[in-house]
């Protein structure tokens, strides 16, 4: 795991050098999970804004669920871009709507990688759907390969 979040902090320090013009913006999520059960999902992002208002979004989280008579909290980090196409045909209606992007996401725990693609409204309320691949057991626990969904709802810090 320390291998993995060495890498983790390497390939994000050299996507910082790679787009210097950025904004950052430290963002708080919470939502729901389905992943071979239901879970809570909580955690932190930092968007960085690019120049052509595409987003590159690393994150932490923690799925939180109750299974199996025990309490389990399964720890995640991850790495995303958020993306949309401008329509350069001249449409004068849809070429200011800019507020829905698709998603590409790659999130990692301590026993499985997870692949994901989605879309979010603003930057606020993300669908994603994707496919766990267990790559280690997770102490008697059952098998965490498979169809992962979610919903999450995203709340940058200043507005608080």
Known sequence: MKKIIALFIFLCAFNLQAQQKTTPYFVLNAGYEYWNGNYGKLGTDLYLVQRNDNIISMNANVNLGYMRNEFRAIPEIGIGYLFNFRN??????????????????????????????????????????????????YKNFKDMNGFRTGFTVHLPTQLF
């Open 88 to 137: 350069n045909l001249g449409n004068p209606y849809s070429s200011n709507m800019n507020s829905a992007f698709y998603v590409a996401r790659a999130d990692i725990s301590p026993w499985t990688i997870t692949p994901k693609i989605g879309i979010t409204v603003l930057g606020l309320l993300e669908f994603n759907a994707g496919y766990a691949f267990e790559f280690r057991e």
